[in-house]
């Protein structure tokens, strides 16, 4: 059974930098063709992609978002980390984390598990 | 980068009632799209992928189709429980993109 939770702090400062975490289970990020992404949501808006990490270490960004942006996995504990810097009230969203799969010969399938989110709200 | 536009916004539903909900996209993105319900508090749940192919254990009253710029997901006989905020994801390019989500009520 797979399943992903995000984790991370509730309410960040402005010019603060955000760590978000996602812990998974049902998988490894060790095994050929997996890959986690981070994706966001900001109130009353649509759903926005950050970033994501494959097994491989590759790593890719929107680019809109890109200088701020830094995702890492540890493969020991299931995990993969976010992190933002300076955070803006405009980046008060609920974060998620998601699966993509990459199989070799076979069409990538693309964020099939989602965890329940996190919210995050930036105020001082 | 592709948008995707979503629509509509809110719908309500009876009971029984067969609803569409649609996203349109910005440029040909094949079959690329992938469609979610989402109820609050809880993981999004894959509904259909690559456009029309239904996630097993999904109930076969969903029902995708569409190709190119034009999707469409069609619930038949909706339920009391697929009250729920529903969105498209094309995956046809990076970065991945969403629709606007659309939130279903039931009476």
């Known amino acids: 059974q797979v399943t992903l939770r995000e984790s991370g702090p509730a309410l960040v400062k402005p010019t603060q930098t955000l760590t978000l975490t996602c812990t998974f289970s049902g998988f490894s990020l060790s095994t050929t063709e997996m890959c986690v992404n981070w994706i966001r949501q900001p109130p009353g808006k649509a759903l926005e992609w950050l970033a994501r990490?494959?097994?491989?270490?590759?790593?890719y960004y929107n680019t809109s978002l890109k200088t701020r942006l830094t995702i890492s996995k540890d493969t020991s504990k299931n995990q993969v980390v976010l992190t933002m810097t300076n955070m803006d009230p405009v980046d008060t969203a609920t974060y998620y984390c998601?699966?993509?799969?990459?199989?070799?010969?076979?069409?990538?399938?693309?964020?099939?598990?989602w965890g329940p989110g996190t919210l995050v709200t930036v105020s001082s | 980068e592709t948008t995707v536009t979503q629509s509509p916004a809110f719908m309500s539903a009876t009971p029984g009632d067969k609803v569409n909900i649609s996203c349109k996209a910005s440029?040909?993105?094949?079959?690329?799209l992938n469609w979610y319900q989402r109820k609050p508090g809880e993981p999004a749940v894959f509904l259909i992928q690559e456009a029309s192919t239904l996630v097993p254990g999904v109930p076969p009253r969903f029902s995708g189709s569409g190709y190119g710029t034009d999707f469409t997901l069609t619930i038949n006989n909706i339920e009391s429980e697929d009250a729920a905020y529903y969105f498209c994801?094309?995956?046809?390019?990076?970065?991945?993109?969403f629709g606007q989500g659309t939130k279903v009520e039931i009476k």
């Open positions: 990490i494959d097994w491989d270490d590759d790593k």
């Open positions: 998601a699966r993509t799969r990459t199989p070799i010969g076979a069409r990538a399938v693309y964020l099939d598990y």
């Open positions: 440029q040909d993105i094949d079959d690329d």
């Open positions: 994801l094309q995956h046809d390019n990076f970065p991945l993109t």
